[in-house]
């Protein structure tokens, strides 16, 4: 039986000035497919939408990845979302006078229509011990924010009222 086995592949031209690394050495994620209301206009952890991973090495960086989908009882209502590393936020937009942070969004325009919206960060922890990556969800503007129904949530086959899951991903890559 053959082996080979090498510690490094490098292209043929060599490996782009400022290049380093790159390969994926795991990955894990989550799949939210039940529902989640809120009202809150603090952010709290969007119950379901968490994932832990433990890094190789230190000089490892992290790519994180989710998307929700999901709607609000009424027009006009936006749902903010943040990345949160343990307990530190990570990933929010820059400070501007008295706006809310936050890494995405969506504004419903209508209680019988699903929105999306996704994020993605590479983040740099320098750790390798057990890493929680989650999202937190706040309201704006007030109403009610729901996770992976629309508002109406009527029982029938009317494509209005479609269920969606929600995700996220972490992907270990080297450094």
Known sequence: MSQLRTNSIV???????GASGGGIIQTV???????????????VDLTGL???ITPASTSNKILIFYYIGGSS?????DSIFKLVRNSTDIALAATAGNRRLSQCKFQAT???HTYFTSALHLDSPSLTSSITYKVQIAVQ?????LINRTGADNDNTD???ARTTSGIVAMEVSG
């Open 110 to 112: 209508s209680s019988s």
């Open 73 to 77: 009882n009424g027009s006009g209502y």
């Open 159 to 161: 494509a209005y009222n």
């Open 141 to 145: 503007n007030g109403g009610t924010s």
């Open 29 to 43: 994620h989550t799949i939210k497919t039940d529902t989640f209301t809120t009202t809150s206009n603090s952010y």
């Open 50 to 52: 968490s994932v832990s």
């Open 11 to 17: 292209p043929v031209g060599g490996i782009p000035a």
